[in-house]
């Protein structure tokens, strides 16, 4: 069994930052893409940044140079730095990940449990 668990997130005011974490547990043999999501009340979930197993980054045009992905491959962790928040940033955040349990050698997609990042403003 392969489970996300996220932590962080919370209330801040405009301008403020937070960091979020997710880690990966479980059955797993190998992590490809990890990425984070986010889902505004009564808007679709969009992505927000991608990593590689590499580190190489990729970002949606409203959070480069604000937001910051990276991820710690010995900890299965990937984590969102999140700076100059926004009220439009305002959302559940979910962490998602491209994971190889052992017992399959199959890459399946996992999403963490969300957590609400809230930007007064």
């Known amino acids: 069994q392969v489970q996300l668990v996220e932590s962080g997130g919370g209330l801040v005011q405009a301008g403020g930052s937070l960091g979020l974490s997710c880690a990966a547990s479980?059955?797993?043999?190998?992590?490809?893409?990890m990425g984070w999501y986010r889902q505004a009340p009564g808007k679709q979930r969009e992505l927000v940044a991608t990593?590689?197993?590499?580190?190489?980054?990729n970002y949606i045009v409203s959070v480069k140079g604000r937001f910051t992905i990276s991820r710690d491959n010995a900890k299965n962790t990937v984590y969102l730095q999140m700076n100059s928040l926004k009220p439009e940033d305002t959302a559940v955040y979910y962490c998602?990940?491209?994971?190889?349990?052992?017992?399959?050698?199959?890459?399946?997609?996992?999403w963490g449990q969300g957590t609400q990042v809230t930007v007064s403003s």
């Open positions: 998602n990940a491209k994971i190889m349990p052992f017992t399959t050698r199959v890459d399946y997609v996992y």
């Open positions: 990593i590689t197993s590499g580190g190489s980054t």
């Open positions: 479980g059955n797993i043999f190998s992590i490809k893409d």
